[in-house]
T-cell receptor
């Protein structure tokens, strides 16, 4: 299978807390991307991390990649109500296949 | 990044009719894709739109139902043919840039009555 599998499938936290989502995949990749989708809206590209990178930051986002474990994580620090969305990881093969995603609810 | 536009943004169609969705990118891209997102579901890849040749369809999708054109490196169309209520979905165009970042258009929300 070429899709990433996100875990947990649903996550509910209080505003200000950190949110961590994990992604596992089956075969070796060159890079992996994370996306956010607010309800009923398009997909927003958050970050791309390459296989030779272990960690990458963008604002309140921190992404890690462990190629030996075939896993990635997305950490959102100091969460806000506006972070409420579905988050998807997308390991890159010849095509991007999406898993079920993690539905994050940030409670004000 | 890439700026991707889709037309129409939404439509309500009658059963048995067809709708063509347009995707325009602000720069030349090698790879373009079409996805579908049914209500409450994740995204499903329909096909890879190949410039100058027939699209490559994923399992469960056929050309007769979802014909795709890609006349150049900045434009593609997806037609949803002989629609039924089960085709009610958001259809998204996607492009992959040279650095392998893949971006998505805003989507076309289709309702079939």
């Amino acid at each position: 299978s070429q899709q990433g599998e996100e875990d947990p499938q649903a996550l509910s936290i209080q505003e200000g807390e950190n949110a961590t989502m994990n992604c596992s995949y089956k075969t070796s990749i060159n890079n992996l991307q994370w996306y956010r989708q607010n309800s009923g809206r398009g997909l927003v590209h958050l970050i791309l991390i390459r296989s030779n990178e272990r960690e990458k930051h963008s604002g309140r986002l921190r992404v890690t990649l462990d190629t030996s474990k075939k896993s990635s994580s997305l950490l959102i620090t100091a969460s806000r109500a506006a972070d409420t969305a579905s988050y998807f990881c997308a390991p890159l093969y010849d095509k991007v296949i999406f898993g079920p995603g993690t539905s994050l609810s940030v409670i004000p | 990044s890439a700026v991707i536009s889709q037309k129409p943004s939404r439509d309500i169609c009658q059963r048995g009719t067809s709708l063509t969705i347009q995707c325009q990118v602000d720069s030349q891209v090698t790879m373009m894709f079409w996805y579908r997102q049914q209500p409450g579901q994740s995204l499903t890849l329909i096909a890879t739109a190949n410039q100058g040749s027939e699209a490559t369809y994923e399992s469960g999708f056929v050309i007769d139902k979802f014909p795709i054109s890609r006349p150049n490196l900045t434009f593609s169309t997806l037609t949803v043919s002989n629609m039924s209520p089960e085709d009610s979905s958001i259809y998204l165009c996607s492009v992959r840039l040279v650095g392998n970042e893949q971006f998505f258009g805003p989507g076309t929300r289709l309702t079939v009555l």
